[in-house]
């Protein structure tokens, strides 16, 4: 560790920066004597090692900064390039020889070798699905725990840490941010001597989510501390910050034959409600057969929703995502869009013959592998909100689409269940122009085994022409790329717009 930290006129050094502490004077307000206790009180020393910060991670002179990517370390995202990219060959190279692959919720520890940074932590957020909140839950909290190992194995005194949940990986924002900040709170109580600086950088997607968040686990004054109490989720986690998850408590008995003797006279039971993982050795009978998993009962994940709401998983899960959605309808009509609007990749043409709204997707306009997908489902939400109340129609041109513009599978999974039913409801019918093999395939698959309901409204047509039959021409707003890929593949003559006899026909 007495290597100097690296240097170059572009780096961020953390002196530079305003600390936690010093971003609202603390209140002297007298402390409300009959005010709740909060399980994270104003404490000023572990605040004064807290920093957030929007920017590029690889600028920061720190100890250590992390990178997220995927289990073979190769993920295609702007960060994760950067950092490899200004890293340098032997940063690829001590990867590919020394680390190889790292699971989800592991960490793994590189030297920084070109950054400012001395190490690079390399780890592997997880997938989210909302039918397995918890393992996701767990998974990320695993992300940031694995992180913390690593800089106290490597006695980093400074940290900078970025959102390990992803929206490309569909994990909500503020839930994600919830565990990152609550984690590193209970571990800057426990080991604070050992780390003087942690930086949360964000991005402008996740920067006033952090803002909204990091008060509630790092108030900043006493009054602060109050209000925050009233914010907190009803899961703040163990002492580690791990989402607490009942069944992994299970039922023992530490004398199981004077308990059934006090039963069977009328007494109560001596029975008490313990961790396994430390009574376990302790114990002598563990009443398995109480436990939900020897009674086949519902996976945990479903038994916890519908115990802590009192509604049923079908009912639950249509809940959250119900509130789910109204967040980001809201969302959608404040936040500024104009650089997802100017892609031109969705938006409303006219009416078709039956006067229903057509909405317009262009495929080729659409990056998939540099958008921020979240902010293009708010804007996917702001244009169809309007129209999803009614029948409407949507048109896809797959025109000239490669790898870049697809977005993952999964992400579409989740848009599918995120917004509303009637979405699904009242689109009467998708129509895919200048189909491929892949889009056919992808249509199969995602309507087939995610989208059922939705399996006979998919019409695929390999010219524009075909449209006539159902939408007038000058109700299109057809890209002139598109036009020109249609005369090109079908001829000029097929695409001359037909009249109102042929239409008809059509």
């Known amino acids: 560790m007495d290597d100097p930290l690296g240097a170059r006129s572009d780096c961020v050094e953390l002196d530079e920066l305003t600390r936690w502490n010093l971003t609202q004077l603390p209140m002297t307000s007298e402390e409300d004597k009959d005010a709740e206790i909060s399980p994270f009180p104003w404490n000023n020393n572990l605040n004064s090692k807290i920093i957030l910060w929007c920017g590029d991670i690889t600028r920061l002179v720190v100890h250590g900064i992390v990178n997220l990517t995927n289990e073979r370390l190769d993920a295609k995202l702007p960060e994760t390039e950067t950092i490899y990219r200004k890293g340098g060959p032997d940063l690829v190279a001590e990867i590919r020889n020394n680390v190889r692959i790292c699971k989800t919720g592991e960490a793994k520890t590189t030297k920084g070798h070109k950054l400012p940074a001395r190490f690079v932590i390399h ?25 913390l190992r690593q800089v106290r194995e490597h006695q980093m005194k400074s940290v900078a840490v970025p959102c390990l949940h992803s929206i490309r990986r569909g994990y909500p924002t503020e839930d994600g941010a919830h565990i990152a900040i609550r984690t590193i709170r209970r571990f800057l109580e426990k080991f604070g001597e050992d780390v003087d600086t942690v930086v949360f950088v964000c991005n402008e997607d996740t920067l006033d989510t952090y803002m909204k968040v990091l008060p509630l686990y790092f108030p900043r004054s006493c009054k602060e501390e109050v209000e925050a109490i009233k914010c907190l989720p009803e899961d703040i986690g163990n002492e580690d910050g791990e989402p607490i998850i009942p069944e992994r408590q299970i039922r023992i008995m530490d004398k199981p034959m004077l308990a059934s003797i006090r039963s069977s006279q009328g007494l109560e039971e001596l029975e008490e409600t313990v961790d396994l993982n430390k009574e376990f050795g302790t114990s002598t009978v563990v009443e398995v057969g109480r ?22 998983t079908a009912e639950q899960r249509r809940l959250e995502n119900k509130r789910r959605y109204e967040r980001l309808l809201k969302r959608s009509k404040m936040d500024d869009l104009t650089d997802i609007a100017a892609l031109k990749c969705i938006y409303r043409s006219g009416v078709d013959r039956f006067g229903r709204p057509v909405v317009i997707l262009v495929g080729k306009h659409f990056p998939a592998n540099s958008i921020n997908m979240e902010r293009a489902l708010l804007y996917l939400i702001r244009v169809m909100e309007p129209i999803v109340e009614s029948d409407y129609v949507v048109v896809y041109f797959h025109t000239q689409t490669t790898a870049i513009n697809h977005p993952d599978m999964s992400f579409l999974k989740q848009i599918y269940c995120i917004l509303d039913n009637k979405y699904r409801k009242n689109m009467k019918s998708f129509y895919v122009i200048h189909p491929t093999w892949w889009s056919k395939l992808a249509t199969w698959f995602f309507t087939t085994f995610t989208a059922s309901d939705i399996k006979n409204k998919v019409i695929s047509m390999r010219g524009i022409q075909y449209l006539y039959g159902t939408i007038f021409p000058d109700q299109l707003d057809i890209p002139p790329f598109v036009i020109n890929y249609d005369i090109e593949v079908n001829g000029p003559r097929y695409y001359e717009p037909p009249n109102a006899d042929e239409v008809e026909a059509l």
């Open 123 to 147: 780890t592997v957020g997880p997938r989210y699905n909302i039918k397995y909140i918890t393992a996701a839950e767990s998974a990320l909290f695993s992300c940031y725990r694995s992180v």
């Open 291 to 312: 436990h939900p998993f020897a009674q086949m009962q519902s996976d945990p994940d479903e038994v916890k929703m519908s115990h802590l709401t009192g509604h049923s």
